[in-house]
């Protein structure tokens, strides 16, 4: 069995986050790390592994975008080997591009099943995961907390909004897991030194069988077309408390006009 995890870089959360207006596009030229998100689904597909129930042989990463950098990373996690998709023909690619392209190269490598995170630091879509299993013909799960082995399906518990659905799933499948799910390990010494060792398998648009036309700019079907920062915050309201009972009566009664109580 193999599973598949999708990865993403994204810019460090300390940096500040700017957008080039020549682009429109988040500038992503200052210091990147790995999405936190896809560090929940690399620990599960570890735990699958050494589970031993799925018997699953091999994990592989997967990342789009032209820094390979986060596949060390991700591989320094225990991770077996690493796919880096890159090619200049996929920049400015949207969500239903990057899910198309993503899926080419899952469909070379046949996983069993497909982990990513919930949703990226920057890009905050949540869809990425049911574009991806739309286009592999797999079922898909999202904001997954909780994964177990029954009878070689995975029963799992996915975020809703007044609690938690129990869905059992048969493999393949496409699974987004919230970060609720576990707490990532952190990778020793040694894995980080070992993980300079392992494969990189570099992948062009074409070696993917990917149609330039159908990515990047000219294949995406949303585009931006502006941009507004957020509107200045009103400013506050101080009461000061100088009778009781009429402060509560006036909180009340400001938080009654906005229909917060």
């Known amino acids: 069995m193999k599973i598949c995890v999708l990865v993403k870089e994204v810019p460090d959360a300390a940096a500040p986050r700017k957008i080039d207006p020549g682009t429109m596009r988040l500038d992503r030229s200052g210091a990147t790390t790995l999405n936190e998100f896809d560090k929940h689904a690399i620990e599960a597909a570890m735990q699958l592994k050494a589970g031993g129930e799925l018997g699953v042989d091999e994990v592989v990463v997967l990342t789009m975008g032209p820094n390979a950098k986060v596949l060390q990373t991700a591989v320094s996690y225990g991770l077996d080997r690493s796919v880096h998709l890159a090619d200049d023909a996929l920049a400015g690619s949207d969500v239903a591009a990057t899910g198309l392209a993503l ?155 906005r229909k917060l109580i």
């Open 103 to 257: 899926a080419k190269v899952l469909e070379a490598e046949s996983p069993d099943l497909v982990l990513l995170g919930q949703q990226s630091d920057d890009g905050e879509c949540y869809a990425m995961g049911a574009v991806v299993a739309e286009h592999l013909k797999m079922p898909s799960l999202t904001q997954v907390v909780k994964m177990d082995v029954e009878g070689g399906k995975l029963r799992c518990e996915r975020q809703a909004e007044y609690g938690y659905d129990t869905v059992a799933v048969s493999l393949p499948a496409v699974i987004s897991v919230g970060d609720a799910i576990n707490e990532p390990r952190y990778p020793g010494l040694k894995d980080i030194m070992g993980a300079k060792k392992k494969p990189v398998d570099t992948k062009s648009t074409a070696d993917a069988g990917i149609d330039a036309g159908q990515v990047g700019e000219a294949g995406s079907k949303t585009k931006v077309i502006a941009l507004n920062p957020p509107p200045q915050k009103e400013a506050g309201e101080i009461i000061t408390d100088e009778d009781t009972a009429a402060t509560v009566e006036k909180i009340v009664s400001w938080l009654e006009e």
